[in-house]
């Protein structure tokens, strides 16, 4: 388990021709299509698209908890572009969306190594 605060929370380097997208419960049916959920998947969280030249090229959502930790539980990625790998970039954003809704702390379960998303700010809990 990865975890990121505030405090740790880091901008990594992104590709030039990536955008973000924000994605709530209220986004229209294309945006949660591409993102595959749901309204309901979205009640206590938000979701992030990445396009790379308005071509899809990820995603992710987290939960809020009532504690006050947000959870990363959908990241769907892409290969990574000139080099760089997308997932620390949309974990980042997610856990940026994540402090600004009230979160203290946000948990990442990945199968990466540990050192993978350091970029973004997530170091191994404990």
Do not use: H, K, N
């Not at 992104?14 to 309204?39: I, M, N, Y």
């Not at 992710?60 to 947000?70: I, S, Y």
């Not at 009230?102 to 404990?126: D, H, M, Q, S, W």
């Amino acid at each position: 388990m990865l975890t990121c605060t505030p405090d740790t929370l880091r901008a990594p380097p992104a590709p030039e021709a990536l955008t973000l997208q924000r994605v709530d419960a209220f986004s229209g049916p294309d945006a949660l299509g591409e993102l595959a959920a749901t309204a309901a998947d979205l009640r206590d969280g938000l979701g992030v698209l990445a396009r790379i030249a308005g071509a899809p090229a990820g995603g992710g959502l987290f939960t809020a908890g009532p504690d006050g930790e947000a959870r990363i539980v959908s990241l769907e990625l892409q290969d990574p572009v000139d080099g760089i790998a997308l997932g620390p970039v949309i974990a980042a954003e997610l856990a940026r969306l994540a402090f600004r809704a009230g979160a203290t702390r946000v948990a990442l379960a990945t199968g990466a190594e540990p050192g993978a998303y350091a970029a973004a700010g997530f170091l191994p809990a404990g």
